[in-house]
């Protein structure tokens, strides 16, 4: 069991950025991460459909035995992690969402929290219900930002045009006096300097990449589950569709060459 | 037969810019679109998952019986156009992709047409091809602009940061003097006018929404299966999925209320 990979699964690429913050936790472990890549994005469709999804993208990484499922979709995370729990029986399952949550009660000291992240997140208030299921005294402020994973997918991490969109997305939220910000969406972390240096030094960021890593260490330490020697180190990567970008992207969000992907049917 | 409706199709809502010149043109016909809003964008997937879907889209309208086929996604009139016309049959299939390529074959004076859509549309050179097999004269010169649909999604139709983006993404081929520019994607008519600024007054545009619902009408006349009495004027939309944003969507397409929707499962 020690032996078995960490499943991470996401609606399309933007969950490569949990794959890198696993690999830096947990340098030892096999990654196998499935990307929807076909049905992507989630964020702007129904709740019916999101879950139907879920139930698919478990059941795609139940094929290769995973000792945890690590759920690198905020959108699954915040309305259908109970449907990856059911698909999977005994094994643990994380998710972006909860450790962000998590981390962001820790980290707060004036018990303000803000959370960005697509439609579909922010209007299911899954942030806001699980920082304050750790703290109910914590006010917590959410921005939908649409247009930052088209940003970021085009590569226009430093443009003008982004300035201005995050300056208009993250105006009135940076004057509500928080003192902590989660990147509530997968990709966020590519766009972290503009938002960084739009909300200023006074606010902490927290990205639920790195969040969801240090909680899976936890997790696999807790059950013994920790690999004791250095497997590979390349993750195994299935995709539901090949997209012309995917190259371009996957150096973009992990910062290497692209190994093989393995196209798979869901 | 006359009394049939004309079917169309798109990736998701973008289509709707062709229910609205269809309607402008053809006021006495009953129109059925399908929108795929479950599995939408066609535009960064691959060829294989993009002719699959295109005869999964083309099977839902045939259900109804439509007297003819109207493809609204350039990405499917592009990639597919030979399998929605296998799956349908004996009826007239027509796509905004020739339309649009046959307008701006008449238009252009000086042989130097511009196209700009998604990256799937661009990188297949299907509006070159097709202009071409017109006249092989014209030069075609070609941009991707993959921010566009988001941004008339978001709304964000006269922002500065459209205006940035446009700038940037039209900068190159509006210095290779074209006269005629075709909007490739169904969504770019929403940003016609920042468009149009971009290029400046010596540049005419061509929509191919416009140009397909003309196009319909010449099909349709030589048929002789024009609607002869007033039908319904409210399209019957169906959906693969209801996002939450579709009733905004829908009157930044179409300019009125949505009328009742019908959840589908392709």
């Given at each position: 069991?020690?032996?078995?990979?960490?499943?991470?699964?996401?609606?399309?690429?933007?969950?490569?950025?949990?794959?890198?913050?696993?690999?830096?936790?947990?340098?030892?472990?096999?990654?196998?991460?499935?990307?929807?890549?076909?049905?992507?994005?989630?964020?702007?469709?129904?709740?019916?459909?999101?879950?139907?999804?879920?139930?698919?993208?478990?059941?795609?990484?139940?094929?290769?035995?995973?000792?945890?499922?690590?759920?690198?979709?905020?959108?699954?995370?915040?309305?259908?992690?109970?449907?990856?729990?059911?698909?999977?029986?005994?094994?643990?399952?994380?998710?972006?969402l909860?450790?962000?949550?998590?981390?962001?009660?820790?980290?707060?000291?004036?018990?303000?929290?803000?959370?960005i992240?697509?439609?579909?997140?922010v209007?299911?208030?899954?942030?806001?219900?699980?920082?304050n299921?750790?703290?109910?005294?914590?006010?917590?402020?959410?921005?939908?930002?649409?247009?930052?994973?088209?940003?970021?997918?085009?590569?226009?991490?430093?443009?003008?045009?982004?300035?201005?969109?995050?300056?208009?997305?993250?105006?009135?939220?940076?004057?509500?006096?928080?003192?902590?910000?989660?990147?509530?969406?997968?990709?966020?972390?590519?766009?972290?300097?503009?938002i960084?240096?739009?909300?200023?030094?006074?606010?902490?960021?927290?990205?639920s990449?790195?969040?969801?890593?240090?909680?899976?260490?936890?997790?696999?330490?807790?059950?013994?589950?920790l690999?004791?020697?250095?497997?590979?180190?390349?993750?195994?990567?299935?995709?539901?569709?090949?997209?012309?970008?995917?190259?371009?992207?996957y150096?973009?969000?992990?910062?290497?060459?692209?190994?093989?992907?393995?196209?798979?049917?869901?």
């Open positions: 069991m020690n032996k078995s990979p960490i499943g991470i699964f996401d609606s399309g690429i933007g969950g490569l950025t949990v794959v890198k913050a696993v690999q830096a936790a947990l340098p030892f472990e096999r990654i196998i991460y499935f990307g929807d890549t076909a049905r992507v994005p989630y964020g702007p469709k129904s709740q019916i459909t999101i879950r139907k999804y879920a139930a698919d993208d478990t059941a795609m990484l139940m094929r290769y035995q995973p000792k945890i499922i690590i759920v690198a979709c905020n959108t699954v995370s915040a309305l259908a992690l109970d449907i990856v729990e059911k698909s999977c029986g005994h094994i643990p399952v994380t998710g972006v909860k450790a962000g949550a998590r981390l962001a009660a820790e980290v707060t000291k004036n018990n303000r929290v803000g959370v992240g697509t439609l579909a997140t209007s299911s208030n899954a942030y806001g219900l699980a920082i299921q750790i703290n109910e005294e914590i006010e917590v402020i959410s921005q939908a930002c649409p247009l930052f994973v088209p940003l970021a997918e085009e590569g226009f991490i430093d443009h003008p045009a982004t300035k201005l969109i995050a300056a208009q997305y993250l105006a009135e939220i940076t004057q509500k006096g928080i003192d902590t910000l989660v990147l509530g969406c997968t990709h966020y972390p590519i766009l972290r300097k503009v960084e240096e739009t909300v200023g030094p006074e606010i902490t960021i927290i990205d990449a790195d969040a969801v890593a240090l909680r899976t260490r936890e997790l696999l330490t807790e059950a013994g589950l690999a004791s020697t250095r497997n590979a180190t390349t993750p195994h990567l299935l995709v539901s569709d090949l997209p012309q970008k995917f190259s371009m992207l150096q973009l969000f992990m910062g290497s060459e692209m190994p093989d992907v393995e196209l798979v049917e869901v």
